[in-house]
C-alpha cells in the first residue's frame, strides 16, 4: 500500500511538472516594429542595463508573476533569490528601478496597448496582439 501511494504521487508529481514545461516566449506588441530580440537583448532590458530599443523608443519590462522563476532560471541562470539581490543592490544605488509585476493577463494586455512594453508567457497565451520577439524553450 505504502509503495502504491508513493507511486502515485511520483505520477501526480511528473504530471504537474510536464504542465508547466510548456515553451516560454518572450513578446512585444503585434505592431511594436520590432522583428526579434536576441538572448542577450532580453536579458540587457529585463536586468536594467539599458531601458532602451534600437530605435530609440523606451523600453518598459513587465515580469510576469506567474513564470518569474522560469524566466530568470531559463534567461540568465539565476534563482529568485539571486534576482532578488541583483534589484535590492541597483535599487539602493538609484541607478534603476526593476521591471513592472503584474499577473498574466495583466501583462498581455498592457504589452498589447503600450509601445515598447515587453513580457514573457506560454506561446498558447500569445495571441494576434502580439509578436513573439524570442523563443526560451521549455
Not at 541597483?90 to 503600450?114: C, H, I, M, N
Amino acid at each position: 500500500m505504502r509503495l502504491r501511494s508513493s507511486l502515485l504521487g511520483l505520477i501526480l508529481f511528473a504530471c504537474g511538472t510536464l504542465a508547466r514545461a510548456e515553451e516560454l516566449v518572450v513578446v512585444m506588441a503585434a505592431g511594436s516594429g520590432v522583428e526579434q530580440l536576441s538572448r542577450e537583448e532580453v536579458a540587457n532590458i529585463f536586468l536594467g542595463r539599458f531601458r532602451q530599443l534600437t530605435d530609440g523608443r523606451r523600453a518598459l519590462p513587465i515580469d510576469n508573476q506567474s513564470f518569474k522563476e522560469e524566466f530568470y532560471r531559463k534567461l540568465v541562470g539565476r534563482s529568485p533569490a539571486e534576482i532578488g539581490a541583483y534589484w535590492a543592490q541597483l535599487k539602493f544605488s538609484g541607478r534603476t528601478q526593476p521591471p513592472e509585476q503584474e499577473d498574466e493577463s495583466r501583462a498581455l494586455a498592457k504589452v498589447a496597448a503600450t509601445p515598447g512594453a515587453i513580457t514573457y508567457l506560454e506561446r498558447s497565451k500569445a495571441d494576434s496582439r502580439v509578436r513573439v520577439v524570442l523563443e526560451l524553450g521549455h
